[in-house]
């Protein structure tokens, strides 16, 4: 049973804690984004007073730490929707081979 899913005999306090770490992450994720814009206002500013473009290097790189860490909070985490359809077509897939191995003779 993983702890981040929720299942249909968890007990309230158990929801709760869910509830609690699900907002942690999203908190989490809202404080990178806010650090990553001030950060980058600071360093763009400082790299056009300089009459240069360095400052694009930290934010392409750090962006797309940015990104990969939204995805793994809203695409990627458990319940999503997108997460939800990855699980079905694989339950799919796992009962489309379980009857193609039933229906083989033993040899």
Partial sequence: MSAHTIHANDTAERLQD???????????WYMHAAIYLMVNAALTALS???????SLYPMVFWGFGL???GASVWLIAPRSAW????VEREAKAIERERRADHGRLPS
Avoid: N, P, S
């Fill in 83 to 86: 997460w939800q359809r990855m």
């Fill in 67 to 69: 990104l990969v860490h």
């Fill in 48 to 54: 056009l007073h300089q009459g240069k473009h360095w």
């Fill in 18 to 28: 869910l509830a609690r770490c699900r907002a942690r992450k999203k908190l989490g």
